[in-house]
């Protein structure tokens, strides 16, 4: 899938989409299976989704503020925030193989993180699709927000939903792959 192509409502449904798999795939997880790590510097499949739920609500608060307020000097720049959207959706695209290191904001916590991680990011999820299904499209197309992660970089609220979309498959994925790692927690245990 080209994420950097995606239209609102295609964006909207693929938050929709990565809610609904994330609820059939980790929803009966233990704590200890939501916790494990498969090493030191590695996540925890509840790791994965407090980032994602942080970061999501981290930038839809940095959109509404774009929608609400007349654009700066900085934000009006001509193709700056056009190239930074596509670039950044397809860095978080789900196949792309590089890592990042996360902003602080969004960083994970290295406790325990209790079972309610998954209920938290679904509902999030459903509030955020109907948030983006509220926008009118060619607004969201030329509006353009700042990125809540590092602030020099701009792109439109429409690239920041995309984005959102891409980042959540990645780390769905990422969830997904720590779950088959060998030494993951039997169920019940």
Same mark, same amino acid.
């Given at each position: 899938?080209?994420?950097?192509?995606?239209?609102?409502?295609?964006?909207?449904a693929? @938050?929709?989409d990565?809610?609904g798999?994330?609820?059939?795939s980790?929803?009966?997880l233990?704590? !200890?299976? @939501?916790?494990w790590?498969p !090493?030191?510097?590695?996540?925890?499949?509840?790791? =994965?989704f407090?980032?994602? *739920?942080?970061?999501n #609500?981290?930038?839809?608060?940095?959109a509404? *503020?774009?929608?609400?307020? /007349?654009?700066?000097?900085w934000r009006?720049?001509?193709?700056?925030?056009? $190239? $930074? %959207?596509?670039?950044l &959706?397809r860095?978080?695209?789900?196949?792309?193989t #590089?890592?990042f290191?996360?902003?602080?904001?969004?960083t /994970?916590?290295?406790?325990?993180?209790d079972?309610?991680?998954?209920?938290?990011?679904?509902?999030? *999820?459903?509030?955020r699709?109907e948030?983006?299904?509220?926008?009118d499209?060619g607004?969201? !197309?030329r509006t353009i927000? &700042?990125?809540? $992660?590092v602030? $020099?970089i701009?792109?439109?609220?429409?690239?920041? =939903?995309?984005?959102?979309?891409?980042?959540d498959?990645? *780390?769905?994925?990422?969830?997904r792959? &720590?779950?088959?790692? !060998?030494?993951?927690?039997?169920? %019940?245990r």
């Amino acid at each position: 899938m080209d994420y950097t192509r995606l239209s609102l409502s295609e964006a909207s449904a693929a @938050l929709d989409d990565v809610a609904g798999d994330a609820e059939r795939s980790f929803g009966e997880l233990t704590p !200890a299976q @939501l916790n494990w790590r498969p !090493a030191d510097r590695a996540w925890s499949v509840a790791q =994965c989704f407090e980032h994602l *739920h942080t970061a999501n #609500r981290l930038m839809v608060t940095a959109a509404r *503020h774009a929608l609400a307020h /007349p654009p700066t000097l900085w934000r009006r720049m001509p193709l700056v925030p056009g $190239f $930074f %959207g596509r670039q950044l &959706v397809r860095s978080q695209a789900p196949q792309t193989t #590089r890592k990042f290191t996360t902003s602080a904001i969004a960083t /994970p916590s290295q406790s325990a993180i209790d079972d309610g991680v998954i209920e938290r990011f679904m509902a999030g *999820h459903r509030n955020r699709a109907e948030w983006m299904q509220s926008l009118d499209p060619g607004i969201a !197309a030329r509006t353009i927000m &700042v990125s809540p $992660f590092v602030r $020099f970089i701009t792109y439109s609220v429409l690239d920041g =939903c995309r984005l959102m979309a891409a980042h959540d498959r990645r *780390h769905f994925e990422q969830a997904r792959r &720590v779950t088959q790692t !060998a030494g993951f927690p039997p169920a %019940g245990r």
